[in-house]
């Protein structure tokens, strides 16, 4: 069955450190990956996904097959990026998301 | 326009009674979800819509949970009898089409407490 793993569930940065938010995915094929985010009082949304290898807000996302992982990365945390980050999974032939728990991110002044 | 809405925001009810959540999706979006997000937990796929196809009702979790969506329009998720373990928020969200690589928009949510 698939399954998405967040090991985190707050992770607590300096704003300007860097940050890496885990995701691990248990999938027998060729999933696409998602990051959804969830700011204070705004709904879920879409930051980034696997297939647009695009930049969002400074973050990236990088598929790695091998350790079936999907780690979101930015270089340098801003106080802004403080929400609920969920990493999500799709199956090629079924559309609903599978989701992680999420991992809440506090950056700290 | 406008993005997915969800009536009503919140909802407060007492074991056993039924419910109905309503969610307008974005215009012309083909593809409808139904999500429940519990305390602590991801968000749980419950069943999604496509055009005039059969929904996929995988992820309902029992025979009390139910939704219909008129042509590409409003739909309603209802809960039969409900219960503690119910509560949740329940979330909607639409897509143009039902495809992996299309955006999914997601509603603000209905919280359900069920005392």
């Known amino acids: 069955a698939q399954r998405v793993t967040q090991p985190e569930k707050l992770l607590s940065v300096f704003k300007g450190a860097p940050v890496e938010l885990k995701c691990n995915y248990s999938?027998?094929?060729?999933?696409?990956l998602f990051w959804y985010v969830q700011y204070s009082r705004q709904r879920l949304q879409l930051l980034l996904r696997?297939?647009s290898r695009e930049s969002i807000k400074g973050f990236t996302a990088d598929l790695n097959k091998g350790e079936t992982s999907f780690h979101l990365k930015k270089p340098f945390a801003q106080e802004e990026d403080s929400a609920m980050y969920y990493c999500?999974?799709?199956?090629?032939?079924?559309?609903?998301?599978?989701f992680g728990k999420g991992t809440r991110l506090s950056v700290i002044a | 326009g406008a993005g997915v809405s969800q009536s009503p925001s919140n909802k407060v009810t007492e074991k056993g009674k039924d419910v109905e959540l309503r969610c307008d999706p974005i215009?012309?979006?083909?593809?409808l979800y139904w999500y429940r997000q519990r305390l602590g937990q991801g968000l749980e796929f419950l069943i999604y819509?496509?055009?005039?196809?059969?929904?996929?009702k995988s992820g309902l979790p029992s025979d009390r949970f139910s939704a219909e969506r008129t042509g590409e329009s409003v739909s309603t998720l209802t809960i039969q009898r409900t219960q503690q373990e119910d509560s949740a928020v329940y979330l909607c969200?639409?897509?143009?089409?039902?495809?992996?690589?299309?955006?999914?928009?997601f509603g603000p949510g209905t919280r359900l407490t069920v005392l």
């Open positions: 969200a639409s897509s143009v089409i039902a495809s992996y690589t299309d955006t999914q928009y």
């Open positions: 999938y027998s094929g060729s999933p696409e």
């Open positions: 696997h297939i």
């Open positions: 999500a999974l799709s199956d090629h032939g079924n559309t609903p998301l599978v």
């Open positions: 215009s012309g979006h083909t593809a």
């Open positions: 819509f496509q055009g005039n196809s059969a929904p996929d």
